[in-house]
């Protein structure tokens, strides 16, 4: 079974940085993509940065040229930079894979709160 563990997340003054790191566990197939989607309260989760399996990222809009998305892929993690953070970056933070093992599969981890004070 395909496990998530993220850390990082937690309570930072708006300008000031974070990185969340996330681990994949259980891998028997080969992972796709990884990346990072957040949920604000009263919003709905969308993407913030992702990365594939050939180094291609995406980012949304608003993130970028502040985070900044990498991953080990020998060691199944990805990681996500995040600078000049804002108060509207405030949300829960979960890490989420995409997993070939016969089929696709996708994955999410628990979730960490970052929070930006301004």
């Known amino acids: 079974q395909v496990q998530l563990v993220e850390s990082g997340g937690g309570l930072v003054q708006a300008g000031g940085s974070l990185r969340l790191s996330c681990a994949a566990s259980?891998?028997?197939?080969?992972?796709?993509?990884m990346g990072w989607y957040r949920q604000a309260p009263g919003k709905q989760r969308e993407l913030v940065a992702i990365?594939?399996?050939?180094?291609?990222?995406n980012y949304a809009d608003s993130v970028k040229g502040r985070f900044t998305i990498s991953r080990d892929s020998a060691k199944n993690t990805v990681s996500l930079q995040m600078n000049s953070l804002k108060p509207e970056d405030t949300a829960v933070y979960y890490c989420?894979?995409?997993?070939?093992?016969?089929?696709?599969?996708?994955?999410w981890g628990q979730g960490t709160l970052v929070s930006v004070s301004s």
């Open positions: 259980g891998i028997i197939g080969s992972i796709d993509a």
């Open positions: 989420y894979v995409r997993v070939f093992q016969g089929r696709y599969l996708e994955v």
């Open positions: 990365i594939s399996s050939g180094g291609t990222t």
